[in-house]
């Protein structure tokens, strides 16, 4: 077959490694210039971490490994007021690898570029499919056919928007905004995540492997803004967290320099189906869970493994990749309600509530142990 997937980041990539080593033709266009490595370190869980080893890259995925010593939640003058040490919690023996996201969007790259063709600066304009093929136009080159287009084209997808209609249909809005952007490592202590809270708004520094990123996270109806518009979207966080305590003057210095940010509402993506014809979705563009569920890559990643495989056997093999996927996304998706309650509280009795369940869950972990046993 000839493939045409729309998007290079996760989903995509690791979609064209599983086809191209099945005997397919992958070409795959992506909106940037290159692979964006922005981001904050990312999960890969459970299936997703059988997926990279089928590929052969957990060694690699493990040697960009972070490790998070403690998430620390600070009052305007930076005093720590309670902390959290996931590494006491983590499932003794559990595979679960928390890796630099740029890190894996370039292993997947360079795991794929020798037999996939890459199209950077390239996008999908329109698709028109019959019963044999996908007419595809693009924004820069020409006209082309395909047996099958697949976008892995994130939130935001193309794809998606050409073959089932506008986003609004799709995506559902938790409520929150959230954005990432790299600042000077000075700013944060390593292995740490110290966050700082007031009512609605979150500010945070991650740092981790010597580098950092801010995080921005706030609680608002649906904004109308570009995607697209980056001198837009600073402008945003600048009015939202104007004569905030804590170092978030410095963090948006940082924001005003930046030539690239991460910044989304909370979003999940529901969709009846995720396939039209010979057309189908994967990762984000169909069935995101949002960042609050730490699902993203493994849902895409084990999306991806799961179309190829379904591709495999011929008939229906959209249907059977639907059918095999979507419990992992359901429970995903399921799984996101007590986040943002943690993460974001909305007022100064729930910062309060939130600090004092944080200094108290040590033991309640250790007494359910107790009762357990
Ligand atoms: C720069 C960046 C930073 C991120 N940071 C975080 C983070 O800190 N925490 C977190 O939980 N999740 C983050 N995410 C989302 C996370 O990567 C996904 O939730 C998850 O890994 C699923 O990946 P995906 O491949 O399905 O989609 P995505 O990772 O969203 O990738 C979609 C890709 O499609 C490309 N694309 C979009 N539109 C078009 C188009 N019209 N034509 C061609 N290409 C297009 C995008 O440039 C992108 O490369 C980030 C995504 C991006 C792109």
């Not at 989304?264 to 189906?273: E, G, K, L, R």
Request: aromatic share 8%; proline share 4%.
């Amino acid at each position: 077959m000839r493939v045409l997937v729309s998007g290079a980041s996760l989903a995509g990539p690791t979609l064209a490694y599983w086809l191209t080593r099945r005997g397919h033709d992958v070409t795959i266009v992506e909106r940037a210039a290159r692979p964006r490595e922005g981001g904050s370190p990312i999960d890969v869980r459970g299936a997703a971490v059988d997926v990279a080893d089928r590929m052969g890259l957990l060694p690699a995925i493990s040697a960009a490994r972070v490790r998070t010593e403690a998430i620390e939640y600070v009052d305007g003058r930076g005093r720590r007021k309670a902390s959290i040490h996931p590494e006491a919690y983590a499932e003794p023996g559990g595979r679960d690898i928390e890796v630099e996201r740029g890190a894996l969007v370039n292993l997947l790259y360079d795991a794929t570029k020798n037999d996939t063709e890459y199209r950077f600066e390239e996008s999908i304009a329109t698709l028109a499919q019959d019963a044999g093929g996908v007419d595809v136009t693009f924004v820069r080159g020409g006209p082309e056919r395909f047996d099958l287009v697949v976008g892995a084209d994130g939130t935001h997808s193309i794809v998606r928007r050409l073959v089932f209609g506008e986003e609004s249909r799709f995506l559902r809005h938790l409520g929150l905004y959230v954005s990432i952007v790299s600042v000077d490592p000075a700013l944060g202590t390593e292995n740490r995540g110290v966050m700082y809270n007031s009512p609605g708004r979150l500010a945070g520094v991650y740092r981790y492997r010597g580098k950092a990123d801010a995080v921005f996270m706030f609680r608002s109806p649906e904004l109308s803004y570009d995607h697209h518009d980056l001198h837009q979207q600073k402008k945003l966080l600048s009015d939202v967290y104007s004569g905030e305590g804590w170092q978030v003057p410095a963090l948006l210095d940082a924001v005003a320099a930046a030539d690239d940010l991460y910044f989304d509402a909370v979003n999940q993506v529901h969709m009846s189906t995720w396939s039209r014809g010979r057309v189908t979705l994967v990762g984000d563009a169909g069935y995101c869970a949002s960042p609050l569920s730490g699902m993203g890559t493994t849902l895409a990643m084990v999306g991806a493994a799961a179309l190829a495989e379904a591709l495999e056997s011929g008939e229906d093999a959209l249907a059977r990749y639907e059918q095999a996927h979507r419990p992992l996304v359901t429970k995903a998706q399921a799984s996101v309600s007590r986040g943002a309650g943690m993460l974001v509280p909305a007022t100064s009795g729930a910062i309060w509530r939130r600090d004092q369940f944080t200094k108290l869950l040590p033991m309640l972990l250790a007494g359910r142990r107790l009762v357990g046993r």
